[in-house]
């Protein structure tokens, strides 16, 4: 029993402490690096790829919607998948931190690359599914 009992409390104290690491991450100050790291931790697939549509969405970092929304992808509210958004703001996801969003984008990540297996069906993938602009992948080819 005892031997239980220090091994759940090591449990505790091992998730308290990820759960503070994590809290201190989602405060760092979002730059590009961090983003990487985060996309990195999180498992993000083809992170030049996202890190483009980041820039695009954002218009590098100076939307409104990224300011206010701390939504790096143009993401809307989803209705039939998980979702880190905390509500919805100027018909986009809302976030409590631009880290958020990023663990967003590898929800929605997970549900897509279920049925996209390569990187040139990931962009055909963006291409007909996600952006409204036709020269999006375009876009994308030409920043990575």
Not at 19 to 41: V, Y
Request: proline share 2%; with cysteine.
């Amino acid at each position: 029993m005892k031997c239980i009992t220090l091994t759940l409390i090591a449990l505790f104290i091992s998730l308290e402490m990820c759960s503070a690491s994590f809290t201190r991450r989602a405060e760092m100050p979002f730059s590009t690096t961090n983003m990487l790291k985060t996309m990195n931790e999180v498992g993000i697939v083809y992170p030049d790829i996202v890190m483009a549509q980041a820039k695009i969405e954002t218009g590098h970092f100076t939307s409104k919607v990224f300011r206010e929304n701390h939504n790096l992808f143009g993401m809307k509210l989803p209705r039939q998948r998980s979702t880190t958004a905390i509500g919805e703001q100027y018909n986009h996801a809302q976030y409590t931190s631009w880290r958020q969003s990023v663990v967003d984008y590898k929800l929605w990540q997970d549900k897509v690359l279920t049925k996209v297996k390569s990187r040139r069906a990931y962009l055909r993938y963006l291409h007909k599914n996600y952006a409204e602009n036709k020269q999006y992948v375009k876009l994308i080819k030409q920043m990575i």
